[in-house]
């Protein structure tokens, strides 16, 4: 059986947009393509109605990119559960108050048993200091914390 991966609306981004100048995430942009191309088939990807609006917005045609590129992707939805943890995590402080879309992108996979959170956001998911109190919190609503990752990682 393969693995879940859910990718968060970060990932989207870097792949679908025009190369960027700034050599960071233009080495971001192409590990994450190369990600894409290389593991896409190996996992079960899954994503959100909240990633979902998220690639919406923005430019009209780089929208449009967007949402071609997850078009086959299962869409999973929010939940009561989802909403639960995610405010758990707001008031554990594991999440900061005024990113309550990163805290359901994790309770979002947390709820659903998903393997790994795919993500570029280092300031409120993808952070070591944050992960600790995220993967702590989660346990304590008794699931179990997906791997928090980049492409990178894998």
Not at 48 to 68: H, M
Request: contains cysteine.
């Amino acid at each position: 059986m393969k693995s879940t991966v859910y990718i968060e609306t970060s990932i989207i981004s870097y792949y679908t947009a025009r190369p960027s100048r700034n050599l960071v995430m233009a080495g971001h942009q192409q590990i994450t393509r190369d990600w894409w191309e290389k593991y896409q088939t190996l996992f079960n990807i899954t994503i959100s109605v909240l990633v979902l609006e998220d690639a919406k917005g923005g430019d009209p045609s780089a929208a449009k990119k967007r949402l071609e590129a997850v078009k086959e992707f299962p869409v999973l939805n929010i939940s009561e559960p989802a909403e639960y943890l995610a405010s758990g995590l707001i008031k554990s402080g594991a999440v900061p108050a005024k990113c309550p879309e990163d805290a359901l992108h994790i309770a979002l996979a947390a709820v659903n048993g998903i393997d790994f959170l795919l993500t570029w956001n280092f300031k409120h998911i993808n952070n070591a200091q944050m992960k600790f109190k995220i993967r702590k919190i989660i346990e304590e609503y008794g699931y179990e914390c997906p791997v928090i990752c980049t492409p990178e990682g894998f």
